[in-house]
């Protein structure tokens, strides 16, 4: 069957969690990293790596495809009660190109907002809207435009809706080191007439990959004024096993929070977070459990009573082990990351000596014929020398007799096209020469009969 050409709309229920859109402009965070991290993890996840969140992680032909997820509360007399959902859409490449999400009025499910997000011709994303839906209409909120330069986002802009246009509110400026690993986010804001400088956050590195200190310092008065620390240190597994925060109180760092975590064969089992007042004191407590295939399944909270732990929530995760990860299709925005197909999350609150359940999701899939993989053999393409001077081959695996290769910039510019012919079934040997072009990361484009993958080529 051919590649699907229209975008697959994927119409069931559900929802994983109860974000709202985005409104950093009415929020006490200080800059709009704080504020992705904390409140907005999927977005956080595609904006700092972007290849790894728009690129589909399954490989067989026929895919499980999350379609949707549905919440529900369990009420005083234990009946579920709906409270909202969430439907996925997927593109013709397997890339999720629309979240939305649903509350439920007891009687039906209702749109409450959307994200939509777009990609350039090397599949990266470079715009995420938001809209919120209100009688009967949907209504753009806010966006974000990301501009890369050699593979790396460089910078973001935040936009709001406002008197039906969009309007600047900020800027994000990434900068990296040779290793590709971030070390200043500079953020800047709007003023009507240019941007000024709002706060910045520097990073340093182990083994030039492993975060070692963040320092966040804001802009007052003309001159850069240091806020806050974060320290991490690692096992020889490089598992992060500490994480101090500090504060600067105009002389000195002063500590104020760490979190100390315990792993088995590199699974996190314990996280324990204390705060400094004079001396280290327990605020709470997670505890982890596994199954053999290094799925979470338990997630127990717990806080600190004064002289013992106390128990306070937990998860627990269901799995259909019949499909490994190479058998599903995702969306970028899911929060969390298996091994096996999640069917189900439920949430448990402890009271009176019993853990009551008061939250369940549920996860629907369905089979989605891609027929990526079975004429153009995606996993045998091969690019070498890579990285290379600009001269480099590029062997095809293919069944095609005509097959279109081009090559992209990383702004998706077409810079070089030919049609191979194919006089035999296996392995084609193509040269290339882009010396004259400059170095840089660039994009082979391999596509016949509607079906396409890419080969990432770095020229030095």
């Known amino acids: 069957m051919l590649l699907l050409l229209s975008l697959i709309v994927l119409v069931v229920i559900a929802q994983k969690n109860n974000n709202h859109s985005i409104n950093y402009k009415n929020s006490s965070y200080t800059s709009v990293r704080d504020y992705l991290k904390a409140t907005q993890p999927q977005i956080w996840k595609l904006l700092n790596k972007p290849n790894e969140a728009s690129s589909p ?35 013709a490449q397997g890339r999720c190109v629309m979240i939305q999400n649903n509350d439920y009025d007891g009687d039906t499910f209702s749109p409450e907002y959307k994200m939509t997000v777009t990609y350039n011709n090397v599949n990266m994303p470079t715009s995420v809207m938001y809209e919120e839906y209100d009688a009967g209409v949907w209504e753009p909120t806010e966006k ?34 040779d290793y590709d690993n971030i070390t200043l986010y500079t953020s800047y804001e709007w003023d009507g007439t240019t941007f000024i400088n709002d706060d910045k956050e520097e990073y340093t590195y182990y083994e030039n990959e492993y975060e070692h200190e963040s320092i966040t310092s804001d802009w007052v008065s003309d001159s850069w004024v240091l806020e806050y620390k974060t320290e991490s240190s690692y096992d020889g597994n490089w598992n992060n096993v500490l994480t101090v925060e500090s504060v600067w109180n105009s002389s000195e760092w002063a500590e104020t929070y760490k979190t100390e975590n315990t792993y088995s064969e590199n699974n996190l089992v314990s996280s324990i977070n204390s705060s ?20 979470i399944t338990e997630n127990i909270e717990y806080s600190w009573q004064g002289d013992s732990w106390g128990l306070v929530f937990k998860e627990t995760f269901s799995f259909n082990y019949d499909y490994t990860s ?13 091994n096996n197909m999640l069917l189900g999350i439920n949430e ?52 095609f007799q005509d097959i279109e290769v081009s090559v992209l910039d990383f702004s998706g510019r077409v810079i070089y096209s030919k049609t191979v012919n194919n006089s035999r079934v296996g392995d084609i040997e193509v040269p290339f020469d882009l010396s004259a072009a400059g170095t840089g990361i660039y994009f082979i484009r391999i596509s016949q009969d509607h079906q396409t993958s890419y080969q990432k080529v770095v020229v030095q």
């Open 276 to 295: 400094y007042n004079g001396s280290w004191n327990y605020n709470w407590k997670d505890e982890y459990s596994y199954d053999d295939n290094g799925n």
């Open 326 to 338: 190479d058998d599903l299709l995702m969306p970028f925005f899911w929060e969390y990351e298996y």
């Open 144 to 177: 974000f435009d990301i501009t890369y330069e050699g593979g790396l986002m460089t910078e973001l802009l935040l936009y709001e809706w406002d008197d039906n246009q969009w309007k600047i509110e900020l800027k994000e400026v990434v900068t990296y080191d």
């Open 348 to 399: 448990y609150s402890y009271n009176d000596d019993n853990w009551e359940n008061t939250k369940q999701q549920l996860m629907y899939y369905s089979e989605k014929n891609m027929n990526a993989i079975d004429k153009i053999d995606m996993a045998n393409n091969v690019v070498y020398p890579n990285p290379n001077n600009g001269i480099f081959n590029l062997k095809i695996n293919s069944d």
């Open 57 to 91: 992680k399954a490989t067989n032909e026929f895919k499980q495809a999350l379609d949707s997820t549905v919440s529900m509360e369990i009420d005083w007399t234990k009946d579920l009660v709906k409270e909202g959902s969430e439907i996925y859409t997927y593109d």
